[in-house]
């Protein structure tokens, strides 16, 4: 039986309880355009091999469509809905003006050449440059891709349109990308962190926090709480992990990124990655992919406080097991919003062709989610819900609010 997210229950809970007629559930729940295109590649060696290349399109009414792209081999149509619907809400919750989108390419990119990679990527844009543009579809990095393949991205697109830097987000500095972009969902995560122990009465200063995924995301969030005075006692990535209930040398795990955990020596005792999910700890960061936290292991997890940096990470059972346990869980769509935050300054900076100092981006982005923050601490008190369902009951009704004053004509 497959996997139900947690943000499938929250959005069905909003939905039963709101307002309005039955078509415009309907609408909320079902994305605007599904694309899926074949992309064929002629590999190094000569062989053929085809790909399929994906594209959702959930909900453009309060801007452009805006999303990250995924080249991962587990991929598939109903994937990309699931967090196109996410990024929907996600842009709503922190109130930037872009609609919710997702995509890429069904492939394993450690599989590929350098060559082979960026020939697949501006294949793509290629087969889908219709859907893009600044003022219509932004994509950004995801899973398996970064900078380097935005970069592919806005040549080919560049190709066909012209010079266009805000049609992508997440790109190189030299290129149009602002300073501030790599960093952005971890420092989200680490603020996010910080604020809801302030709201729970819980000392940053002197809590174990576990990072379940050491990517680009959970680095830089370990990097940021370590800094802010926590204890990083346990992080791992797909193939091991890290355990020292001292603190784990961030600055040295952070030095051999790239490295798999499993190939690295340090101070610590060697663990499995799940064995991170229910190390003795206060603060528990699930980082890496979808459904880590299950029925199956969400009674071992020791931690009071669970900050969601991956998108997906925990399912229905699992919620409901954790909130009977008493945890507190930020959900996804406020504690990750940091990245796509970012990339709504990258675009207006592109826009502006103005480029913005580091200090402004990071002023305004600490701006920004506290006053999300507030906003979602404010409404759950009157709500008295959790953070999941409060957060999803605001950035629904936003996305409907808009929908109904924009019409159907």
């Given amino acids: 039986?497959?996997?139900?997210?947690?943000?499938?229950?929250?959005?069905?809970?909003?939905?039963?309880?709101?307002?309005?007629?039955?078509?415009?559930?309907?609408?909320?729940?079902?994305?605007?355009?599904?694309?899926?295109?074949?992309?064929?590649?002629?590999?190094?060696?000569?062989?053929?091999?085809?790909?399929?290349?994906?594209?959702?399109?959930?909900?453009?009414?309060?801007?452009?469509?805006?999303?990250?792209?995924?080249?991962?081999?587990?991929?598939?149509?109903?994937?990309?809905?699931?967090?196109?619907?996410?990024?929907?809400?996600?842009?709503?919750?922190?109130?930037?003006?872009?609609?919710?989108?997702?995509?890429?390419?069904?492939?394993?990119?450690?599989?590929?050449?350098?060559?082979?990679?960026?020939?697949?990527t501006k294949r793509f844009i290629e087969k889908t440059s219709m859907l893009f543009g600044p003022s219509l579809d932004i994509p950004a990095p995801d899973m398996g891709t970064g900078p380097r393949e935005m970069t592919w991205l806005m040549s080919a697109f560049e190709k066909l349109h012209g010079y266009s830097p805000g049609a992508v987000t997440g790109k190189p500095v030299e290129f149009g990308g602002i300073?501030?972009?790599?960093?952005?969902?971890?420092?989200?995560?680490?603020?996010?962190?910080?604020?809801?122990?302030?709201?729970?009465d819980i000392d940053l200063s002197s809590r174990r926090v576990a990072i379940h995924g050491f990517g680009n995301v959970g680095s830089h969030a370990a990097m940021i709480l370590s800094e802010m005075g926590a204890t990083i006692v346990a992080a791992s990535d797909a193939s091991g992990g890290w355990y020292n209930p001292k603190g784990l040398d961030i600055t040295e795990l952070r030095s051999e990124q790239g490295k798999e955990f499993a190939d690295r020596e340090i101070e610590g005792e060697k663990i499995s990655s799940s064995d991170v999910l229910s190390i003795d700890c206060d603060i528990l960061i699930p980082a890496a992919i979808e459904n880590t936290l299950t029925k199956d292991?969400?009674?071992?997890?020791?931690?009071?406080?669970?900050?969601?940096?991956?998108?997906?990470?925990?399912?229905?059972?699992?919620?409901?097991?954790?909130?009977?346990?008493?945890?507190?869980?930020?959900?996804?769509?406020?504690?990750?919003?940091?990245?796509?935050?970012?990339?709504?300054?990258?675009?207006?900076?592109?826009?502006?062709?103005f480029p913005w100092k580091k200090e402004k981006v990071d002023r305004e982005l600490e701006s920004l989610l506290k006053s999300a923050w507030n906003n979602l601490v404010q409404s759950r008190t009157e709500a008295k819900e959790s953070y999941r369902q409060t957060a999803y009951d605001i950035a629904i009704n936003r996305v409907r609010v808009a929908m109904l004053k924009k019409g159907f004509r």
């Fill in 1 to 120: 039986m497959p996997q139900i997210s947690a943000h499938c229950k929250a959005l069905n809970n909003t939905l039963e309880k709101m307002d309005c007629s039955g078509e415009m559930k309907a609408l909320l729940k079902t994305p605007q355009r599904e694309l899926i295109v074949e992309l064929p590649l002629k590999k190094d060696d000569g062989s053929i091999a085809i790909f399929k290349g994906y594209r959702v399109q959930d909900n453009n009414s309060r801007g452009p469509y805006k999303g990250g792209l995924r080249f991962n081999e587990n991929v598939d149509l109903d994937h990309f809905r699931d967090l196109a619907s996410v990024m929907t809400w996600k842009t709503a919750l922190v109130d930037i003006p872009f609609g919710g989108a997702k995509g890429g390419i069904s492939c394993n990119p450690k599989d590929l050449s350098e060559n082979e990679l960026e020939t697949l």
């Fill in 179 to 200: 300073e501030g972009r790599v960093e952005a969902t971890g420092k989200g995560v680490a603020l996010f962190t910080k604020w809801a122990c302030e709201e729970e």
């Fill in 297 to 353: 292991n969400a009674n071992s997890v020791k931690a009071r406080l669970i900050v969601e940096a991956a998108n997906l990470p925990t399912t229905t059972e699992a919620e409901e097991i954790l909130e009977e346990k008493g945890v507190t869980i930020v959900p996804d769509i406020l504690a990750n919003s940091g990245g796509v935050t970012v990339s709504f300054f990258e675009w207006a900076q592109n826009s502006q062709n």
